[in-house]
């Protein structure tokens, strides 16, 4: 009998809670992982005592039974006035690098089954962006396959690598990586991808180590809840299973922090039932629920 998804929640929809409630709220709901975004309040990994903490929260998951994997996308930990910055694409990326260093080896410490970034926007005018891109990738390509951790690199729209050509590209250029795979987020295939969402998961099926997924409208970069958008998730949930994927498939909702236990609850509901519907469960078949 083939193995249905694992679903996780990001801790970014959940900025309002501390880590330790937030993690035993989703373990309560019945979630089997947590995307960990390190940021203020969550296991900030720049704070003093990262290994102890670290340490702390890896006992907490084992205690709460879930697996995890780490999200980069901390929006003003590095910078109060600048939302992401700086990225491997500005003229001072070290504290970029430096992040990213850290939250490899935060994933290795928890046991992380990846650690996920992403290229950041390039700056109006500055020549050599993509070349920036390779090189700051490089380092932390040779910083995960020291530390054994695999890397999930998510295209993101707006972004100088917006969509899968972009990843295939620029994985060309570091040399083909073993474990330098693609976080997949399923709101961005509808987004901008030029094929239907599950084809896009057949696509990457090789180099899959990560899904985040929420609910999108073609054309428009708004993460929305389940069913406020225009996927269809009960095939997708069905080609992340034929694609052989056993990783974390993660809700992405980081505008939700509001009403996050709420928002939580609604997507595990709304995702156990799609995912009867992909096995053709009786009476869960009426696709035009989703």
């Not at 850290?102 to 962006?129: H, K």
Request: aromatic letters at 6%; a negative charge.
């Amino acid at each position: 009998m083939t193995a249905g998804p694992r679903f996780g929640y990001g801790t970014n929809g959940f900025t309002n809670h501390r880590l330790p409630e937030a993690l035993a709220v989703l373990a309560d709901l019945g979630y089997e992982g947590v995307a960990l975004t390190l940021d203020t309040g969550h296991l900030d990994p720049f704070e003093p005592d990262l290994a102890g903490r670290t340490a702390e929260i890896a006992a907490l998951l084992d205690r709460l039974g879930l697996a995890v994997v780490i999200e980069t996308g901390a929006r003003y930990l590095m910078d109060p006035w600048r939302k992401h910055a700086p990225t491997l694409l500005d003229d001072a990326p070290a504290r970029r690098l430096e992040y990213l260093r850290l939250a490899v080896r935060v994933g290795a410490d928890l046991g992380a089954e990846a650690v996920s970034f992403w290229s950041g926007v390039a700056p109006p005018g500055v020549p050599g962006a993509w070349d920036r891109l390779v090189r700051g990738c490089a380092e932390v390509v040779e910083a995960a396959a020291a530390a054994g951790v695999p890397l999930g690199f998510e295209p993101e729209p707006g972004m100088l690598v917006a969509d899968i050509a972009g990843w295939r590209r620029l994985r060309d250029d570091l040399g083909g990586p073993p474990h330098f795979g693609i976080t997949l987020d399923i709101g961005h295939c509808r987004c901008l991808e030029p094929i239907p969402v599950p084809d896009c998961v057949a696509d990457v099926a090789e180099h899959l180590v990560n899904v985040q997924i929420d609910d999108m409208r073609r054309g428009v970069h708004e993460h929305l809840e389940f069913g406020a958008g225009e996927i269809s998730f009960p095939p997708v949930l069905a080609a992340l299973t034929a694609a052989g994927y056993r990783g974390l498939v993660a809700v992405e909702l980081p505008r939700h922090s509001h009403d996050a236990p709420g928002t939580a609850a609604r997507s595990i509901d709304f995702l156990r039932r799609a995912a009867k519907a992909a096995a053709g469960a009786p009476g869960d078949r009426d696709e035009d629920r989703w």
